[in-house]
């Protein structure tokens, strides 16, 4: 299960692996996203798992990346 949220004043990407219950920070790069102000402006924005569920991408640092669950390895697009 994959889900953003918060540490401290930083909103992450992390994975909840359902069989070890073990959490794992993948991306943290990501744009405030102004949860103090009750989502005033938005929750978070989406991000989408790849057909094969191997792959997460979603938007940060101004960029949409594609980041690799099992070795956390990131790049974004060119486009």
């Keep these: 299960m994959a ?6 004043t930083e909103s ?9 219950g073990k959490e794992t920070i993948l ?10 102000a009750w989502t005033i402006f ?3 924005t ?5 057909p094969e569920d191997k792959e997460i991408i ?9 980041i690799d669950v099992a070795s956390k390895k990131k790049h974004y697009d060119t486009v």
């Design 12 to 20: 992450v990407l992390c994975v909840h692996d359902l069989e070890t």
């Design 27 to 36: 991306f943290d790069g990501l744009s405030k996203d102004q949860q103090e």
């Design 3 to 8: 889900y953003v949220k918060r540490i401290r």
């Design 46 to 50: 989406g991000f989408a798992w790849t």
């Design 42 to 44: 938005g929750i978070y």
């Design 58 to 66: 979603i938007w940060g640092k101004g960029k949409l990346w594609k």
